[in-house]
């Protein structure tokens, strides 16, 4: 099965950057679009960006736009979030996903991944 590990999770203040990076086993990066989601506590798993196989197309929620970016390198099999501008908000467990379709959903949700990482916390202070 697809192994997927997210790291670059960590404690920043309000304004901040971070890199979060997601390294995948075999060639699934360059078959199926991967996608970023977070979950904080008490509250439900949300989307937060989405990369098509190549790279042509991202999708990112409201939330996050003009802040962060996506994006994949499939030769060395990873997908990174950049995050900038972080707010409080942003706090939670950010989790990389595997989609089970190779298009990219107009309006991602969890059921459209298949595969899962352990997670990353990331924390903003004000």
């Known amino acids: 099965q697809v192994q997927l590990v997210e790291s670059g999770g960590g404690l920043v203040q309000a304004g901040g950057s971070l890199r979060l990076s997601c390294a995948a086993s075999g060639r699934t990066l360059s078959t199926y679009p991967m996608g970023w989601f977070r979950q904080a506590p008490g509250k439900e798993r949300e989307f937060v960006a989405c990369?098509?196989?190549?790279?042509?197309?991202?999708v990112y929620a409201d939330s996050v736009k003009g802040r962060f970016t996506i994006s994949r390198d499939n030769a060395k099999t990873t997908c990174s979030l950049q995050m900038n501008s972080l707010k409080p908000e942003d706090t939670a467990v950010y989790y990389c996903?595997?989609?089970?379709?190779?298009?990219?959903?107009?309006?991602?949700?969890?059921?459209?991944?298949?595969?899962w990482g352990q997670g990353t916390q990331v924390t903003v202070s004000s």
């Open positions: 996903a595997v989609a089970r379709a190779t298009t990219v959903p107009q309006k991602p949700r969890p059921v459209d991944f298949g595969s």
């Open positions: 990369i098509s196989r190549y790279g042509g197309i991202t």
